[in-house]
């Protein structure tokens, strides 16, 4: 707003380059909405004289990114009946089960993928698996990956996970430095970047209230 009051039309004209344009960026999810729905139409017709495993794929990723995750599962169920045997389509499947609560199968999905290639999804992968070690009680092996991310991949989402999973486990200390982390993750990303990311650091600041100052 300073920028506008002292430069006039020509600082109002920054300030939208600045600001308001990279804004527009947010606006792509909803696109995308209206263009995966029509896309499911289509695909879903297609599937019902093609059911090819690469249909099958298609519609559990669409339903995957509208996050029905039970339609997502049971399309990546038929792909892999069908013969799929990619990689993507076993780890999408174990996101869904974990999305759904079934960690059990969210681990016998996304743990080969893991051991083979810890850094599957740029890490994401081992998060997602660290997370499902988590729910079934495998607190060693959750905290050794969730580590093991932080090590390589400090995204807000990841930063966000790992403290949660520390404050579950009554390490304060340890939950809030993870926190300290996330906040200063939110001062050094562009400005842009922290709208996108805003969600985690909501969440992380509510997290730190409810750890206990004392503890």
């Not at 681990?107 to 850094?119: C, G, Q, Y």
Request: glycine share 6%; proline share 4%; charged share 25%.
């Amino acid at each position: 707003m300073w920028i506008i009051f002292i430069g006039g039309a020509i600082g109002a004209i920054v300030y939208i380059i600045a600001e308001m344009i990279p804004d527009l960026g947010l606006l792509r999810g909803t696109m995308q909405g209206y263009h995966r729905k029509s896309r499911i139409q289509v695909v879903e017709a297609a599937i019902v004289d093609n059911p090819s495993v690469a249909n099958l794929e298609e519609l559990g990723v669409l339903y995957f990114d509208q996050k029905n995750y039970t339609r997502a599962s049971d399309y990546f169920n038929r792909a892999i009946a069908t013969r799929a045997d990619s990689e993507h389509t076993f780890y999408r499947r174990g996101l869904c089960a974990l999305e759904l609560g079934d960690a059990n199968a969210a681990i016998a999905d996304i743990e080969p993928i893991i051991k083979a290639d810890p850094k599957f999804d740029y890490w994401n992968g081992a998060a997602s698996l660290a997370s499902a070690y988590s729910k079934v009680g495998r607190n060693d092996e959750a905290d050794s990956l969730y580590r093991k991310v932080i090590e390589n991949s400090t995204t807000p989402q990841n930063l966000f996970n790992y403290a949660a999973f520390l404050a579950a486990q009554n390490r304060s200390g340890d939950a809030r430095s993870v926190l300290d982390q996330l906040m200063q993750k939110k001062r050094t990303l562009p400005r842009y970047m922290q709208r996108v990311e805003r969600p985690w650091f909501r969440k992380g600041k509510s997290l730190a209230k409810q750890i206990p100052a004392s503890a």
